[in-house]
């Protein structure tokens, strides 16, 4: 949790006309009603992968880094609350699986850098250890992009095919 | 049944940009919180699809509270999804019940989500947590049709995005609060690091915020900053604060102050406390 400044929620203030739900509106007046309110509204935290993590095709019995600062790397957006705090969990497979087969290829040396950290931090792959961040004082909303990259080794005599599995990037608030 | 957001998550939604075009997945749930009661036992939240594909989503519960890393960062800690669930008192999972839980989303498109709670009938007086966990993965495959002539190893990874809010179940009159129990702070150049032990009180958890003051020596205050927290049990945070350098060699006073003051948060949602404070004194250099 790092201040720069005098850092006061910068939490935008809407004026916004709302309908009044129907059972609400019925205690006032038949049929629906408009009224004026005032309401805080709070940046929903949106999580989107922007970029898959792209191997392409591995040579087999060599290994295949793809760095974070890679245009191949995975690529996520983060958008939520200026100046919010907020937890991300990664969890990235150590085996991908050829279908049904049981043959696997490991992946590792995962890593990820942020938007505002591009130095590398490795992870391990199947971790639930949190990581905290805070999202950059906007006007109008804090974004990290977060990218991730990791080494795939094909080994010798590794069956030809298909590889495939599923990473996950958990993202909330830390202040709830 | 997708319904259409309501107006104010709808001027958000363009605050957010425009969609994106990758077949990628990505997620995001209106409102942040939710609290749920005996009298109020139904809640609901909204799911969008902020991508320009359509999308699988998924919703389940999993405990996990809000407690500070080593660094004195605060984290989420969530019980392992491939885990039994935590057999603690205050876990609500297991009686929560999302429905639907399993819907696809076309780009743009967003469902409500009702949040059911069936606690125990024995349940005592208290607040009980849990997290609303929401999934988004992709529909398509991540690899394109193989040529049958093809003999190369290929790499499919999918991204699969979640976020995460936290739900409150809140029997009988509730309270809370919480303790300084320690405030110390070390400079370093043109930067304190101040660290505290904040232990919560009473039968809820703690939310609210901290308020940073650091005062020169005759008093004058020269930084100030606040942070929104969450306090479950204990957390140790850590924040940094920049002080200005021609004040760096003299004394210093940091005054933290806790309040309980959340207008980020629904009407209603937050359960008030005294505010509580303390000041610690940093010698000269």
Redesign the interface.
């Known amino acids: 949790?790092?201040?720069?400044?005098?850092?006061?929620?910068s939490?935008a203030l809407?004026a916004?006309?709302?309908?009044l739900p129907q059972s609400r509106a019925r205690a006032q007046s038949s049929g629906s009603a408009t009224v004026a309110m005032t309401?805080?509204?709070?940046?929903?935290?949106?999580?989107?992968?922007?970029?898959?993590?792209d191997?392409?095709?591995?040579?087999?019995g060599n290994n295949k880094t793809i760095a974070p600062s890679a245009a191949t790397a995975?690529q996520?957006?983060i958008?939520g609350?200026s100046n919010?705090?907020i937890?991300v969990?990664l969890t990235m497979?150590t085996m991908?699986m050829l279908g049904n087969t049981g043959t696997g290829?490991t992946?590792n040396n995962w890593n990820y850098s942020t938007s505002l950290a591009p130095t590398p931090v490795s992870f391990p792959g199947q971790s639930?250890t949190?990581?905290?961040m805070t999202l950059p004082t906007s006007a109008?909303?804090g974004r990290i992009t977060l990218n991730?990259g990791a080494t795939?080794s094909?080994a010798a005599g590794?069956?030809?095919?298909?590889?495939?599995?599923?990473?996950?990037?958990?993202?909330?608030?830390?202040?709830? | 049944m997708p319904l259409r957001p309501p107006i104010a998550m709808t001027l958000t939604w363009y605050a957010l940009g425009t969609l994106a075009s990758a077949q990628l997945p990505g997620v995001a749930v209106d409102p942040h919180m939710v609290v749920l009661t005996p009298r109020n036992p139904n809640g609901r939240i909204v799911v969008f699809n902020p991508r320009a594909t359509a999308a699988e989503f998924t919703v389940h519960l999993r405990f996990g509270t809000v407690t500070t890393d080593t660094g004195g960062q605060a984290v989420v800690r969530m019980a392992d999804d491939t885990a039994p669930q935590p057999a603690i008192h205050e876990n609500a999972s297991a009686w929560i019940t999302p429905y639907p839980t399993k819907f696809i989303l076309n780009p743009g498109a967003s469902q409500v989500v009702r949040l059911t709670a069936t606690p125990p009938r024995t349940v005592a007086i208290g607040e009980y947590w849990s997290r609303v966990v929401v999934r988004a993965r992709e529909l398509v495959p991540p690899l394109s049709p193989r040529n049958i002539t093809d003999s190369s190893v290929r790499i499919g990874l999918s991204l699969e995005t979640s976020t995460v809010i936290p739900l409150f179940y809140r029997v009988g009159d509730l309270s809370t609060g919480v303790t300084i129990d320690s405030l110390s702070a070390t400079r370093d150049r043109d930067t304190l690091a101040i660290r505290a032990t904040l232990t919560r009180t009473g039968t809820a958890a703690y939310l609210g915020v901290a308020q940073l003051t650091v005062n020169d020596s005759i008093g004058r205050p020269i930084a100030t900053a606040s942070k929104r927290l969450a306090i479950y049990h204990t957390n140790h945070p850590r924040w940094t604060i920049a002080i200005p350098n021609s004040t760096r060699a003299q004394p210093h006073h940091v005054t933290l102050v806790l309040t309980t003051n959340r207008p980020d948060t629904p009407k209603g949602t937050i359960i008030r406390a005294s505010a509580v404070a303390r000041t610690q004194t940093i010698p000269s250099s």
């Open positions: 949790m790092n201040f720069r400044a005098c850092i006061i929620p939490v809407f916004t006309l709302v309908s309401a805080q509204v709070v940046q929903p935290l949106t999580v989107s992968a922007s970029r898959p993590l191997f392409g095709s591995v040579f087999v995975g996520v957006d958008k609350q919010a705090n937890s969990t497979p991908l290829l992946l639930s949190p990581i905290a109008s909303y991730i795939a094909a590794q069956t030809p095919g298909d590889y495939t599995g599923s990473g996950q990037i958990t993202v909330t608030y830390t202040d709830l």
